[in-house]
């Protein structure tokens, strides 16, 4: 039993490393496109089926949104970007618990041993993925928070004169505020990571450990991690957006 | 760039990832958030209307039955009305028919009356007139003898006036 931090590589199209990830990605991708297909399909005034289904998240990821902002027109501009991520993010995580996870692959020959490279990985368990919504979700805010208040205005939060008002713990302040906002797609990424690739690894091992029963708590657990991890990140994007967007208070 | 990629991170897949990404934003925002936003807000409007219109036919109902009332009041009032002149006219009809009628009837008595009067008058003048005759023929074949006609005449006329 191999347990890899990085994503393993299946093959390659040219110099294009097409790892598990990818692949698991582009399933997500064609899953949610399907779907959304399905759905502008059978759009009706009177919801049956899927579409309740459907309805029902949006709906309350929508009021969620609106709790947040407490603002309709806010909350329908930043309510996109919140439910893809979620929407994306839970379905990336439950990949996990889909059964031959680390167990069916391709053997690989690597540094002179063999090695698994499992076709099922969750793609949150990807650094790549991880920190590919962590920038877009952060660079959201700063463009959220540049259209809301003006370029200067923005800037103004990160860059505060010495010698006004505060002084230099005005200034000091700004500079934390810049490199929270650094900091924030550093525990975005590494948070959502660890959190799935943890879970990756606890059902591994105890799929290993005792194959029957035993692994299904940790299913369950699963499921549920996956959730909260999903609505935290789509949630602090929000939250983010939001502060973003206020006005400076010091 | 050492623990980059230590951790697996590689610039050509975050690139493809994020760009997966906005794929997935913009796919879901065409085809799931808008469509489904606006049946949502439609079907809030709709409930909304119909709740209030519902209301409004409540409302308009009792509005109607409230002027059925009304209406049906009035128009019982105007029925009665109606009857009650048609009774005063028929009642009044009657005595004007009746006293017509009686006069009718008495004149119709006393014209009868004239008529049978004027009709025995003219009756007696004629029976007067053949007695006279009658008698003058029977006198002359009593008495064999023609009287002066004329006196004759005078002496039966007196007779038949002076007639008990």
Redesign the interface.
Known sequence: MEIS???EVIFNIG???V?NT?LM??FI?IL??I???L??KR???I?KGF?NI??IV??TL?NLVDSVTQDRKQA?KF???V??IF??VILSNWIELIPGLGTIGVEQEHHGETMLAPFIRSNSA????T???A??SVSAAQLAGVTALGFKKYLGKFFVNPFKKPYFIGSFVGGLELISEFAKIISFSFRLFGNIFAGEVLLTVMLMLVPYIIPLPFLFLEIFVGFIQALVFAMLTLVFMKMATAEVAH | MELLSNLGINGKLLLAQIVNFFILLYILKRFAYKPILKVLDDRKEKIEKGLQDAEKAKNKLGEMEEKEKKILLTARKEAQKIVDSAEEIAKKNKEEIIIESKSQAEKILSDTEKKIEEEKNKMLGEVKSEMAELVSLATEKVIGEKMDEEKDREIIEQAISHKP
């Open positions: 931090l990085i994503p110099s294009f490393p790892t990818v990605t582009a991708a949610i496109i779907g959304a297909w759905v502008k759009i009706s005034l919801p579409q459907i309805e949006l709906e929508l329908k309510f996109p970007l439910a893809t929407i994306f990807d650094l790549n993925v920190l590919a919504i920038l877009i």
